[in-house]
């Protein structure tokens, strides 16, 4: 290790998209900002299916470049092949995942008050009495010590700070190739079995006849994407790249320590339908960035105040749907074959398909939920099947209470 310290008001783990967006947000404040980055270059590997809902333009400026194709529909399907096509305002961008990661990289990695360090593992921080400097925690990498009044864990789903502070995520294994194939364009596919547990299987249209297909599951991802693929006539031999990855699956985690915040898939700001978080952690990166301001205003770095300015922010803006997303996440998990294939009968009658066509939402899932148990035959079908599996209501209400 380098025996020399450095010296940073806020120390960032993790360059990402969830890491670099923050240091952005504090870039033009007059704060001194590390951030730490284990591999050697932002962005890569690339871990992603790259489908964000269209709220991504209102949250950020896209640059047209990482867009790489818009879809239009969504066709769910069924573990028969019978399936349900969804259409509305949607249409979710299918982006170039390593470019939005670099993105607001680029456009901090000259400014003077902001250091990035690549090729560099957080290892371990420790609380120290207040120095002359005001220092609240020593951070050691595997490389140099440190110096720092506040640190942020962006550092992934097996968050080195989190694990530090007693937070741990449940987590399920991505693999996804990319592959030329023949499917619609404008169509994302998204395939359920249930032998995929936790989540589902993918078909994405990334432009000019390349395809991502990948899933997530907590058993055996590889070997049931060789099937999927095998179903379509298609050989992972004639992949054009693959990639694999960790996602956290739950709902949002206490996130606000003292001196020290999470953010992104360390806090488990994900999905739990989809595995996808981008939208969630811009909507939180802000409220961090707001809170890390108004702490050195303050003079106040205490857990409480990180709670009121960040914590509850979140929960209050994204938290409950994130519950949401897990809940029928923990519904979808007990889903046998037959009761997809009844669920899917119902979900194409003309009422429900316009119900989710109308009211659907990527990202925030309460007002379609609602919507469809208004239908009879939807709830109907989700009353016997909670009468079947009592043990369900237990598992729905720890969440809602967690």
Aim: proline fraction near 3%; aromatic fraction near 10%; include cysteine.
């Amino acid at each position: 290790m380098d025996s020399s310290n450095e010296y940073a008001d806020v120390c960032i783990i993790g360059a990402s998209i969830a890491g670099n967006y923050l240091a952005y947000l504090l870039s033009n404040s007059n704060l001194k900002i590390v951030v730490i980055e284990e591999h050697d270059e932002v962005g890569l590997p690339f871990q992603c299916a790259g489908i964000i809902s269209k709220k991504l333009s209102t949250l950020i400026d896209l640059p047209q470049e990482t867009i790489l194709n818009r879809v239009k529909f969504a066709r769910l399907v069924a573990p028969s092949g019978n399936s349900v096509r969804l259409s509305g305002d949607e249409e979710p961008y299918i982006v170039d995942r390593v470019a939005l990661d670099k993105l607001f990289y680029e456009k901090i990695k000259n400014v003077q008050n902001v250091k990035y360090f690549f090729g560099e593992r957080f290892k371990t921080f420790e609380r120290v009495q207040k120095s002359v400097r005001g220092v609240n925690l020593k951070i050691k990498t595997s490389k140099r010590v440190i110096e720092s009044k506040i640190l942020i864990g962006c550092d992934g789903p097996l968050s080195t700070v989190g694990k530090q502070l007693g937070i741990t995520n449940d987590i399920i294994y991505g693999t996804q190739v990319r592959i030329n194939a023949r499917f619609d364009m404008d169509e994302a596919q998204l395939l359920f079995y249930p032998q995929i547990k936790n989540l589902f299987a993918w078909i994405v249209p990334e432009g000019k006849n390349i395809f991502r297909i990948g899933l997530a599951a907590s058993k055996n991802p590889l070997k049931i994407l060789k099937r999927i693929l095998n179903n379509f006539n298609l050989d992972i031999k004639n992949a054009i790249s693959r990639q694999g990855g960790i996602i956290p699956i739950g709902a949002m985690n206490k996130i606000a320590f003292k001196n020290i915040l999470l953010l992104g898939d360390s806090a488990c700001h994900v999905k739990a339908t989809t595995g996808g978080g981008v939208v969630m952690l811009l909507i939180c990166a802000k409220f961090a960035a707001n809170c890390i301001i108004n702490s050195f205003l303050n003079n106040n770095f205490s857990k409480y105040f990180a709670i009121k300015h960040y914590q509850k922010p979140c929960l209050k803006a994204i938290g409950r749907q994130l519950k949401l997303h897990f809940i029928i996440r923990t519904i979808l998990n007990y889903f046998s074959y037959r009761d997809y294939e009844n669920f899917f009968t119902i979900l194409n009658t003309n009422n429900v398909v316009n119900s989710i066509s109308l009211y659907g939402d990527m990202d925030f899932p309460k007002k379609v939920i609602f919507k469809l148990i208004k239908d009879r035959n939807v709830l109907k079908f989700l009353l016997g099947f909670v009468r079947r599996h009592p043990n369900l209501l237990l598992k729905i209400l720890k969440i809602l209470i967690k």
